[in-house]
């Protein structure tokens, strides 16, 4: 814990010469990333593409709309996804934080993946948090540190061994899982489903602000150039250590959104830490979302928490 208000109080170092960029707090919501808007794009270069159905299994049950977090009356809504039957001991968490740079998506992004991982004896966790319409840097990472202490006040109800907990994300999602991997204390494996790993790198494609404001620029408020202290302080690979857990990289073919993985891994395997990627050739950045990636994603992380998580 001391570990963590380190690093958000060094987060919210950002006086200096540059204004804070404030425009993009719309405070509507942005709904530019949804997962029909992603495949009807993906399917163009695509085209036998699959978007996987939001169903819920006969054995998994859902409680949804659970109000986690209360801030400045915006209210944060997670939902649930577990095993049907009864519990005889405590199972793992994983907590599936949504993409959309950002900005927009939703915790409903990731449904089908939480209900498959129920399946397989898992309860998982979808947690809304604030976007960069309504709150910068580092709002969402302090509303996901709340759900995870929601979820470990909580865990008694939904059976959950606080000692096995997992952070998922995809694209800005695996971003901030990664984030929250690194510097939350008891986070047992990270998934990080093409979220990258650095900012301020060479394969780094993100803060390009020369057509329009990029979605970093609308999360932190300042350009890369203007503070790039923190935009540094917000990748993982800035904290990854002797203590960072066993962590699986699930690839598209997108090369910008592996920035610093090869550099984060040299570190992992420095300390002798277990680690997987696996990268899906010819891919597009939300392969996740579709079939025919989605099922062996599914596979590759039941079987990486299947081994780390004994």
């Known amino acids: 814990m001391v570990r963590c208000l380190f690093l958000i109080a060094s987060l919210l170092v950002a006086t200096g010469t540059y204004a804070q960029r404030t425009a993009g707090l719309t405070q509507q919501p942005d709904a530019s990333f949804t997962n029909y808007s992603a495949y009807k794009n993906a399917k163009k270069k695509y085209p036998q593409i699959q978007l996987v159905k939001d169903s819920l299994p006969p054995l998994v049950k859902a409680n949804q709309n659970i109000n986690y977090l209360t801030v400045n009356d915006q209210k944060l809504l997670l939902d649930v996804f577990r095993p049907k039957k009864a519990a005889q001991k405590l199972l793992p968490a994983v907590i599936i934080i949504h993409g959309g740079g950002w900005r927009s998506g939703s915790r409903t992004q990731h449904h089908p993946l939480a209900a498959r991982l129920a399946e397989q004896g898992f309860v998982c966790f979808t947690p809304a948090y604030r976007l960069s319409t309504h709150a910068l840097y580092p709002a969402a990472v302090q509303d996901l540190q709340a759900a995870i202490s929601w979820i470990k006040a909580n865990a008694k109800k939904y059976k959950v061994d606080t000692q096995r907990i997992v952070v998922c994300g995809f694209s800005a999602g695996g971003q901030l899982a990664t984030l929250l991997g690194t510097t939350v204390p008891g986070i047992k494996?990270?998934?990080?489903?093409?979220?990258?790993?650095?900012?301020?790198?060479?394969?780094?494609?993100?803060?390009?602000?020369?057509?329009?404001?990029?979605?970093?620029?609308?999360?932190?408020?300042?350009?890369?150039?203007?503070?790039?202290?923190?935009?540094?302080?917000?990748?993982?690979?800035?904290?990854?250590?002797?203590?960072?857990?066993?962590?699986?990289?699930?690839?598209?073919?997108?090369?910008?959104?592996?920035?610093?993985?090869?550099?984060?891994?040299?570190?992992?395997?420095?300390?002798?830490?277990?680690?997987?990627?696996?990268?899906?050739?010819?891919?597009?950045?939300?392969?996740?979302?579709?079939?025919?990636?989605?099922?062996p994603t599914v596979a590759y992380i039941t079987g990486f928490l299947n081994k780390v998580l004994k």
């Not at 998934?191 to 790993?197: A, F, K, M, R, S």
């Not at 066993?246 to 002798?272: C, W």
Request: aromatic share 14%.
């Open 189 to 295: 494996a990270i998934v990080d489903i093409d979220g990258t790993l650095a900012f301020i790198h060479p394969e780094s494609g993100e803060g390009d602000d020369s057509k329009s404001v990029s979605a970093g620029t609308n999360w932190f408020g300042y350009t890369k150039t203007e503070k790039p202290e923190l935009w540094q302080q917000a990748g993982a690979l800035a904290h990854v250590g002797s203590r960072t857990p066993p962590t699986l990289f699930i690839n598209s073919s997108v090369d910008r959104m592996h920035a610093g993985r090869t550099d984060y891994i040299n570190i992992l395997n420095q300390y002798h830490i277990y680690n997987e990627v696996h990268t899906f050739p010819d891919s597009p950045h939300a392969f996740c979302l579709f079939e025919p990636w989605f099922t």
